[in-house]
């Protein structure tokens, strides 16, 4: 499968752990144990995701 779509996440075990490594199309990180909460995540975009600039100051939750 090609993606086209332009919207691109990466999601990797790290290494030795349990630990999954996900990164967002905007730029946002997260790590979560669990597969699924990282998808729902990943889904939840924009809510929870700060990308690079965006400066977290209480903003609403
Ligand atoms: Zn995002």
């Known amino acids: 499968m090609s993606a086209r ?15 999954l490594h996900g990164t967002c199309h905007c730029g946002a990180e997260h790590t979560a144990e669990d597969p699924v909460a990282m998808w729902e995540w990943m889904l939840a975009h924009p809510e929870g995701h700060r990308p690079p600039g965006a400066t977290a100051r209480g903003n609403g939750s």
């Open 5 to 19: 779509t332009g919207e691109v996440y990466r999601v990797a075990w790290l290494p030795g752990t349990d630990v």
